[in-house]
C-alpha cells in the first residue's frame, strides 16, 4: 500500500467521523430549551440579575419600512 493510499484512507475516514459526530449531535438532547450553543441564556440571565429591563421601541407609523 502506497503512502498516498494510506493518507487518503486516514483523510476518508476522518471525514466519515466527523459526519457521523455531527448527525448524531443533531438527533441528541441539547442542554438549554432553545438548541444551545449561544450565549442569549447567558446575557439574559445577566441583565436580570443586574435588573436591568430591555423595551422594544415602539414603531412609528410615519416611517415606511423596506423589505428586503
Known sequence: ???QLLITY???LFAFG???YHFINLFTKQKSSCGGGCSGCDFKRELNKRKISTKQLPK???L???KN
Open 1 to 3: 500500500m502506497s503512502f
Open 10 to 12: 486516514l483523510i476518508v
Open 18 to 20: 466527523y459526519t457521523m
Open 60 to 62: 412609528l407609523k410615519n
Open 64 to 66: 415606511t419600512y423596506v
